[in-house]
């Protein structure tokens, strides 16, 4: 059967099939189905295997491999190599691309509430792949000021040395903590507070978020993460990670299948699939 795989590990927590196969669905594409792939990083050349296999029409990358697997793929586009991270795989005459589609996805769900970067000043918690994209997408849009705030300072350091120099009216910091008082938007960028740690929260105990910011996390499930109920207790406008989902898995539908993304169709599978494993979880 044709596939699309998504690979990370571990996935219990993803939507994307139930967000994929309703827009396949809807668009007609009925033999093809998305489906997980939820290998260990052991067992990377299976997962490579898999992709290689005629079969596989491409694929969606998410943690941890959004950085790992790109010296494993036949070229990058422009896009991912910039950034760094590779979540979409487009499969072209049996060679595998890497691209990124989440640099758009994370732009619209701020452009659909009406929030430009130009001109912003923004933290970005993380350093992975999430991060990069995130990092790169504000750079391209004009924000004036970006800080790095991650648990990992040498990966902070490794995704400064590749995007900074490439944004010279860019102001940078790494894990400048007293700049996060003068932000104006604030990213969870990291994995942390994902169900089942739905308890976690990416911000130290002792720091403060700023007051009157728009705070992003980028974590979808559970939909409103520890950190927005922190967040929206000092006054903060709070975007959960939905949308993004929604726009990076529209980009990546219409670069496999050549075909426009039901949107609409995607949001309301997403948010119902996200609804059905909320309750089963209470
Ligand atoms: P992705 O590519 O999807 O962004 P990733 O590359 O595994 O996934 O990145 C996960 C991010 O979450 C990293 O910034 C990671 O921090 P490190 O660089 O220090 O590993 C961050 N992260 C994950 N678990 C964390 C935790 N318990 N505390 C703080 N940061 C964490």
Redo the contacts with the bound molecule.
């Keep these: 059967m044709p596939s699309i795989y998504l690979l990370g590990y571990p996935l219990g927590h993803s939507i994307s099939p139930a967000m994929q196969n309703a827009a396949l669905h809807e668009c007609g594409i009925r033999e093809t189905h998305y489906q997980k792939l939820s290998l260990p990083p052991e067992q990377m050349d299976e997962m490579i295997a898999a992709l290689r296999a005629p079969d596989c029409l491409g694929a969606n990358v ?6 790992t697997i790109m010296p494993h793929l036949d070229s990058l586009t422009d896009l991912a190599r910039d950034i760094g ?1 590779v979540n979409t795989i487009i499969k072209r005459d049996g060679a595998l691309i890497g691209d990124n589609t989440d640099a758009y996805g994370f732009l619209q769900a701020l452009r659909e509430r009406g929030i430009h970067p130009k001109h912003c000043r923004a933290a970005i ?8 994209a995130a990092t790169y997408a504000l750079a391209q849009a004009g924000a004036r000021e970006i800080i790095l705030l ?3 300072l040498a ?1 902070s350091i490794a995704l400064a040395d590749r995007l900074v120099p490439r944004f010279p009216e860019l102001e940078f910091a790494i894990n400048d903590w007293d700049a996060l008082a003068r932000m104006h938007l604030v990213i969870n ?4 507070g994902m169900s089942p740690h739905a308890d ?1 929260t ?1 911000l130290p105990a002792n720091i403060s978020l700023p007051r009157g910011a728009v705070v992003f996390d980028l974590v979808y499930n559970p939909p409103v993460t520890r950190f927005l109920r922190d967040a929206n207790q000092r006054g903060a406008r709070v975007i959960g990670g939905l949308e993004m989902l929604v726009y990076q898995g529209a980009r990546a539908f219409e670069l496999w299948t050549g075909q426009t993304a039901p949107i609409r169709t995607m949001h309301t599978a997403a948010t119902h699939v996200l609804q059905s494993m909320i309750e089963s979880h209470t």
């Design positions: 998410t943690v941890p491999y959004k950085q991270a918690l993380g350093a992975g792949g999430a991060a990069a991650n648990r990992t990966r960028a990291t994995s942390v976690e990416p």
